[in-house]
């Protein structure tokens, strides 16, 4: 005969037991997934823990060759990607954007929208607004370095100013980046951190056999005593 509990017990047991909340729905959108800021995007959705986030990405259509070998396992680790034509510079396209965004969101439910770059970052915060979301912003390149001419960084500058209310938090890569954005801006973000990359760290053993193939000890034989 199997002894149970009495129900005034079970009861009291479910009403301790932890709540699971559901996951965050979560949208990382990137302008330009090539070079550094895509691998800083894919490492975030593979390293966000799948019981707190459910992720979705929205990417530009011009790629890399290091896009194309990650976006199979990215994919593996997000609900829906999406596949935008995006242009470096402002265009009429962008409202086509910002509309297919607004409408995928929507249907998905996204809670969070995380923009990553200029271009991603607008896109990020002005749908938050049309859907009534939250919007974290990651500034990247012009943005926060001083790598075009003064007519385009001040064309920069002013873009972040307008948008700089639209903004629930900033996440910034390096403490540079959050110091050099508040110059830029002139306000201090009251919602911000610095997560130093949000990159995973990679195994030392296999950095040290890479640098050994690479005969980096006798190269830059400073950076190995």
């Known amino acids: 005969m199997e002894l149970q509990a009495p129900k005034s017990v079970q009861s009291k047991e479910l009403a301790c037991s932890p709540k699971r909340t559901p996951p965050i729905r979560v949208m990382q959108i990137l302008g330009d997934p090539r070079g550094g800021i895509r691998k800083h995007v894919h490492e975030l959705i593979l390293g966000l823990p799948s019981a707190d986030f459910l ?6 259509c011009t790629v890399d060759a290091n896009f194309i070998d990650e976006i199979d396992q990215v994919r593996e680790h997000t609900a829906a990607t999406l596949a935008l034509r995006v242009r470096k510079h402002p265009h009429p396209s962008d409202l086509y954007n910002v509309a297919l965004l607004a409408r995928h969101v929507r249907s998905a439910g996204i809670e969070v929208l995380h923009g990553h770059g200029a271009k991603a970052g607008a896109y990020a915060r002005l749908v938050s607004r049309l859907c009534g979301i939250k919007a974290v912003y990651t500034p990247h390149g012009g943005s926060v370095h001083a790598m075009f ?9 002013a873009a972040e100013k307008l948008l700089f209310p639209l903004t629930d938090a900033f996440l910034f890569e390096f403490r540079y980046s959050a110091e050099s954005y508040q110059a830029r801006v002139g306000k201090l973000p009251e919602r911000s ?6 990159i995973r760290i990679p195994d030392g053993g296999a950095i040290a056999c890479r640098a050994q193939l690479l005969d980096y000890p006798r190269r830059f034989p400073k950076a190995f005593h």
């Open 193 to 198: 951190i610095v997560n130093h990359h949000g």
């Open 149 to 157: 001419p003064p007519l385009k960084t001040g064309l920069y500058g």
């Open 55 to 60: 992720c979705s990405y929205a990417h530009g």
